[in-house]
């Protein structure tokens, strides 16, 4: 028994030992398995890292030359919005430039016109001015002085003082006319100011209804209720933009719908809102209906007929105000006519205020 015990032991230690080897043979493959996945794994890796570096690169280059075209293209179409707004400014002073000559050939018409007789009035009294400077003794004193008498009677010298009073009246009457045209055309354009400044937008209006003058007397009552507002800092040659886009519009639709006959009438008011000045600009023209009002503020988009308007006026105004930090709105119905309402901040941070191209 102690001899079969202790072949039964050896033949266990045999067998356990053979089996140690076994599972020591199969972690050594599993290890090496496991070695070459890795180094498989690491392979891929490598080879995936080195496409995606290639792909990157190619994305990379595919970008710089979209954001470079992206650039130049924001670049053209910064050009050209600057191009459309200057193009729409001097479409809306093209639009005047018949008006304002007729309105300043009247003036200058009723200067010329006034020129000619009190000329011949100044020399009627010349003439008898110099009729009394002749008379040089008293012989023929009485003589002289009954043919002085006898043309002051000829001439009516009592009607030609009233009349040269009345001449210098309308020739003062036209200068101050032709004055008023050009410093509004002046304060209407404000072209030289680069800067924002601290400005009076009522003379700003002003000078655009006067510059409208032509267009509305006779067809358009323009109505006013201005408070007093303070000044407002604002490119003002940029607001008085805005308020000609509106306040032509109104006119043409004014006249669209009453024509040059009476009724037509347009209500101009300004009060002071707080932080802000509020316009507000009302006609009772022909209106927009409400499928088209969403649109108006687009580009090109215009309820005129073809060939009457560019269709970037209120697009412009409304860049120009939103650009102040403003508001702009409407209201209108067909027939009944048509209101914006402007708010713009009397006071405005540099860092805040975007400059307008």
Not at 179 to 199: P, T, Y
């Amino acid at each position: 028994m102690q001899l079969g015990s202790a072949a039964a032991a050896l033949l266990l230690a045999f067998g356990l030992a053979d089996n140690i080897n076994i599972i020591r043979r199969q972690n050594e493959q599993n290890r090496l398995k496991a070695l070459e996945a890795a180094q498989e794994n690491e392979r891929l890796i490598r080879n995936k890292k080195i496409e995606l570096e290639v792909m990157v690169d190619e994305r990379t280059q595919d970008l710089t030359l979209s954001n470079e075209e992206l650039s130049h293209t924001l670049q053209e179409l910064r050009e050209t919005q600057a191009q459309l707004v200057s193009q729409e400014k001097m479409a809306s002073l093209g639009q005047l430039t018949a008006g304002i000559a007729h309105e300043i050939n009247n003036p200058i018409n009723f200067v010329t016109s006034n020129v000619k007789p009190i000329r011949r009035d100044i020399d009627d009294v010349f003439e008898i001015l110099d009729d009394f400077l002749k008379i040089e003794n008293s012989e023929d004193y009485k003589t002289k002085i009954k043919a002085i008498q006898d043309k002051i009677e000829r001439y009516e010298l009592t009607y030609i003082r009233d009349e040269i009073y009345q001449l210098l009246e309308g020739i003062a009457e036209g200068a101050k006319r032709t004055a008023e045209i050009v410093r509004g055309l002046k304060v209407f354009s404000r072209a030289e100011e680069q800067d924002v400044k601290s400005v009076d937008l009522l003379e700003g209006l002003e000078s655009t209804l006067t510059l409208l003058n032509n267009t509305t007397k006779n067809a358009v009552q323009i109505e006013r209720d201005f408070e007093n507002i303070p000044r407002v800092e604002c490119y003002a040659g940029k607001i008085n933009q805005v308020f000609m886009n509106l306040l032509s519009n109104a006119v043409f639709a004014v006249k669209q719908k009453h024509g040059e006959g009476n009724g037509g009438m347009v209500k101009v008011a300004a009060k002071n809102a707080g932080e802000y000045v509020e316009f507000r600009i009302e006609d009772n023209g022909s209106g927009i209906s409400q499928d088209k009002i969403k649109d108006i503020f687009n580009p090109f988009f215009t309820t005129k007929d073809p060939g009457e308007g560019t269709g970037l006026g209120l697009s412009i105004s409304q860049s120009i105000i939103a650009k102040h930090n403003g508001e702009i709105e409407v209201w209108s119905e067909p027939d009944q006519g048509t209101a914006f309402t402007v708010k713009i901040p009397i006071k405005m941070q540099s860092d805040e205020f975007q400059k307008l191209s």
